[in-house]
């Protein structure tokens, strides 16, 4: 697994608290070439990274994500130097998914032509940024495209090839009534002018993130979040809307369409390692566990060492200049994770999806009194590992075994940070 951080916008978004810097659009030419130029730049930083950390990308990786900020602000050859350079470390195999994340008025000023080029290098999934089909909203979130230039851009994608498109909802704002939350849900849904739906969407409760636009305006008494019933109605509308659509429902912020799920995303959520490039970017590593009791998924038996997770510093200046020296220990962190961390976190990350976790590791991890006690009150609820396992699961190995998961009901997952705090 593979994850490349683009640090790169156009404007920030209200909510946003993701590492990135403002790329404004230039209208002279020679400050468009200084850009171009800090573009390339960047890729060739990336690649050095990569190369600087082959023995850590492993030849059998099977997924690319490129993330951001927003890649699709970059040029197509900046793109293609970063995903050359990584299948020369990497080997010339074709990821099993290869995702892009872009922007609706990226796709609309830069036509088919940009996203066949994209299809061209590989791309087999874009994730969209559409957020809400209300204007009024989108200003409020400082999003630069409104409600028909996302409808123009998903179409751009359909025309273009793109078969797996991903498209972002937010709900939860104090301003987002029930009828437009409903009607946001509608035009989710009807976007293809094709007739079909998204394959997959992923829909989030707007939070105040520290650092973010929206936290200031929180700080000076302008903006106030919404009540936990509006978010909770919210949520139970988006789930009942998706559910009738016949959407599955395999994370608590993400629906597929079955075969759909997004095999990256799955990745992180059982625990998985992998190899974050970029300023900002995290990457987890595991060179062997000393308690085969705390071995996430993914991690071969017999191994021994420890696993450990580092981030580079968010500070594309800084890591441009490591990359030019070869050093990119100077914009490195790392921590060595503890048995009761990986436990903790195998929970957290296992009960936010539909396949849940292993009972018996999470009765001899949990609190029994806590444990048995959400479970006779349904709000977590025993049942084979064989229920619910999707095609994505599948694929990954992650067949039936016959022994029994526990997992958080979809009726539950609003309060599920509430429901994972009393257990552990």
């Not at 970059?74 to 470390?89: E, F, G, M, Q, T």
Request: aromatic share 8%; charged share 25%; with cysteine.
């Amino acid at each position: 697994m593979i994850y490349v951080h683009i640090p790169f916008c156009r404007s920030f978004c209200t909510y946003c608290d993701f590492y990135s810097e403002v790329a404004s659009r230039c209208s002279k030419a020679e400050e468009a070439r200084k850009q171009e130029s800090l573009f390339e730049e960047y890729a060739e930083a990336v690649a050095a990274e990569a190369l600087v950390r082959a023995s850590e990308i492993r030849k059998d990786v099977n997924t690319l994500y490129i993330g951001g900020g927003t890649p699709s602000v970059l040029p197509l050859s900046a793109l293609r130097r970063i995903v050359d350079a990584l299948r020369s470390v990497a080997g010339d195999c074709p990821y099993e998914e290869f995702t892009v994340e872009v922007n609706p008025e990226d796709i609309v000023e830069k036509g088919h032509a940009y996203v066949e080029g994209l299809l061209e290098m590989g791309v087999d999934r874009v994730s969209m940024g559409v957020q809400s089909f209300d204007d009024g909203i989108l200003r409020f979130m400082n999003r630069r495209h409104d409600a028909g230039t996302a409808r123009r851009a998903y179409n751009i994608l359909e025309d273009s090839g793109v078969e797996n498109i991903s498209i972002d909802l937010i709900f939860g704002l104090p301003q987002l009534s029930d009828d437009v939350w409903r009607e946001t849900l509608d035009k989710a849904l009807g976007i293809s002018l094709r007739g079909m739906l998204p394959r997959h969407i992923s829909s989030y409760q707007l939070s105040v993130e520290p650092g973010s636009a929206l936290a200031r305006l929180v700080e000076r008494g302008e903006w106030s979040e919404a009540s936990d019933e509006l978010c909770e109605r919210q949520y139970g509308m988006l789930c009942e809307a998706l559910g009738k659509a016949g959407y599955h429902h395999y994370e608590i912020s993400n629906f597929a369409q079955p075969g759909f799920e997004a095999r990256h995303n799955s990745a992180y959520w059982r625990h998985v390692p992998y190899v974050g490039l970029g300023p900002g970017a995290h990457s987890y590593a595991v060179t062997g566990l000393p308690d085969e009791d705390f071995r996430p998924h993914g991690i071969p038996a017999g191994t021994r060492g420890l696993p450990v997770r580092k981030w580079n510093a968010a500070d594309v200046e800084a890591y441009v200049r490591a990359a030019c020296s070869g050093d990119f220990a100077a914009v490195e962190e790392s921590e060595v994770l503890t048995g009761e961390q990986l436990a903790l976190e195998r929970i957290m990350l296992g009960l936010r999806t539909s396949r849940g976790v292993d009972a018996s590791f999470l009765r001899s991890h949990a609190s029994a009194e806590a444990l048995e006690k959400a479970l006779a009150a349904g709000n977590l609820v025993e049942l084979s590992s064989s229920d619910g396992l999707s095609d994505t699961d599948a694929h990954a190995g992650l067949q039936a075994s016959g022994d029994m998961v526990i997992r958080i009901p979809e009726s539950r997952f609003f309060i599920s940070d509430s429901i994972i705090s009393d257990i552990v």
